[in-house]
């Protein structure tokens, strides 16, 4: 039986939660789902530039668990930018955290 998935602790939900390419209406567009905590990790590390063990300890996890949260997001978002789909920003296990800036 696996383990359960640990809450992450998350710092900032996204305003929008769909992106996609420009001139392609989106009904023809492939979608991708990026999940809550991706966009997190995504924020934490490329956007404000925290060191992974410190991006780790913020959202309440491992530093291999981020690593491996970080390595999906990007995945995701390059296939979305190269391959022209829709990005989504939705679900995931995440709890809202409110003393993060």
């Not at 383990?3 to 769909?18: F, L, S």
């Not at 939705?90 to 955290?97: E, F």
Request: charged share 30%; net charge neutral; hydrophobic share 40%.
């Amino acid at each position: 039986m696996p383990r359960r998935v640990k809450c992450r602790w998350v710092g900032h939900i996204p305003r929008a939660n769909c992106f996609k390419p420009a001139g392609i209406p989106a009904y023809e567009l492939d979608e991708i789902i990026l999940k809550v905590e991706e966009v997190e990790a995504l924020r934490l590390k490329d956007l404000l530039g925290y060191e992974q063990v410190e991006c780790a300890e913020i959202m309440g996890v491992s530093r291999t668990t981020f690593q491996r949260i970080l390595v999906e997001a990007r995945f995701k978002v390059a296939d979305a930018l190269v391959n022209s789909k829709a990005l989504l920003v939705q679900g995931g296990n995440y709890q809202l955290r409110s003393d993060e800036d």
